[in-house]
């Protein structure tokens, strides 16, 4: 099957007071359309860093990422701006939901900005949030929530355009035990349902056992699949 994204030879390093620091040191990488993908490591090791160049949002010091044979970083801000609206959903260890709007607005955003109709929209998102048991709380604001709650708005943001990958960053790493299975549960829930390709960078390994596929990052590189 031919891949849908795919890493090649990614290095990301920063200058950190005349210190440079690498981060990837040479990141290959392919995801086929429905993969469930867990990248795990210790802190530091470039999960996260390796997650945001995958979704478009840095960009490597070098090496390539493509997206359905297109060349990611050939693409001007705008454009990358666009494909991570149409292309992709994000979920992060903060849901980043907005406190003065409803679960049902913060899930109908990412549809208006990309200039879809208000009803279609509205339809769309209750019909995301009623996937992933929020149905009877649409109208709640993200502090009448619970964490594990206001995670699952940020999912059924996150799905509400049907990308066609989600990329979640540590999205139970501020939860307890009984959310953080109920945020898993429902990402798994959605791929199948949606065919959607999962990333997910966990430190949690019982999570991570719960994925397809597992890989390993170690001092910026891939040590194992």
């Known amino acids: 099957m031919t891949p849908i994204l795919e890493a090649r030879n990614i ?5 950190k007071e005349s210190n440079r620091v690498e981060v990837l040191r040479g990141v290959d990488l392919s995801l086929r359309p429905g993969d469930q993908v867990a990248v795990v490591g210790a802190s530091g090791a470039g999960k996260s860093t390796l997650l945001h160049i995958l979704g478009g949002l840095d960009r490597p010091t070098q090496g390539s990422v493509y997206f359905e044979g297109e060349e990611l970083f050939k693409k001007g801000e705008n454009s990358l701006a666009d494909f991570r609206n149409r ?66 708005v940020a999912l059924a943001r996150a799905w509400v355009r049907e990308p066609k990958i989600v990329l979640a960053d540590e999205p139970t790493g501020n939860l307890d035990t009984e959310s953080s299975r109920r945020v898993f549960d429902q990402l798994i829930e959605l791929n199948r349902n949606r065919k959607t390709t999962l990333v997910v960078v966990t430190h949690n390994e019982a999570l991570a056992e719960r994925l397809e596929t597992k890989v390993r990052i170690i001092d910026g590189k891939i040590a194992g699949v």
Not at 11 to 15: A, I, L, N, R, T
């Open 87 to 152: 292309c992709l959903g994000f979920v992060f260890q903060f849901h980043h939901l907005l406190p003065l709007f409803s679960a049902l607005e913060n899930v109908m955003m990412p549809s208006l900005i990309a200039g879809e109709g208000r009803a279609e929209v509205r339809e769309k998102a209750e019909r995301a949030l009623n996937e992933v048991g929020l149905g009877p709380r649409i109208h709640h604001r993200p502090r009448e929530l619970s964490g594990g709650e206001q995670q699952r």
């Open 11 to 15: 290095h990301k390093s920063y200058e």
